[in-house]
């Protein structure tokens, strides 16, 4: 994958978005850039530990199945993929057979040039209750 290999790397976007995950080097449409990772909440653990849903690195994978990936520790750099309305990133969710881990898989959607960030669309839901519109 793209993070094990080196091929991306974590720098300040010079914009409001703060940190970013940028490709080091050019990455083919449809490139594995490796699995998100981090502790795996229910929903109501989510609410648990982040009452006010004011969570900075929990991606919702579908309704009941969202990773916190806020431990740097276990965390992989995907954390870094900020929000775009143009991305060229997207995820994939599959189910581990026999287990209630799923494995949450990132890819580019298209080419990639070395230096561009890279970057997914968080969906209407994540901007639904915020104040902050998407940059």
Do not use: M
């Amino acid at each position: 994958d793209a993070v094990s290999l080196g091929l991306v790397n974590v720098r300040d976007t010079g914009t409001g978005k703060g940190h970013g995950l940028f490709a080091t080097a050019p990455l083919s449409d449809g490139a594995f850039l490796g699995d998100y990772t981090g502790d795996v909440l229910t929903h109501d653990e989510y609410l648990a530990r982040y009452p006010a849903e004011d969570a900075r690195y929990v991606l919702a994978a579908n309704t009941d199945y969202n990773i916190d990936a806020v431990d740097q520790e276990r965390a992989s750099l995907l954390r870094f993929l900020n929000h775009s309305s143009e991305p060229n990133c997207y995820y994939d969710v599959r189910r581990v057979r026999g287990q209630r881990q799923k494995r949450v898989s990132f890819f580019t959607s298209r080419a990639v040039e070395a230096g561009d960030e890279l970057c997914f669309d968080y969906g209407q839901q994540y901007w639904a209750d915020r104040r902050e519109r998407p940059l």
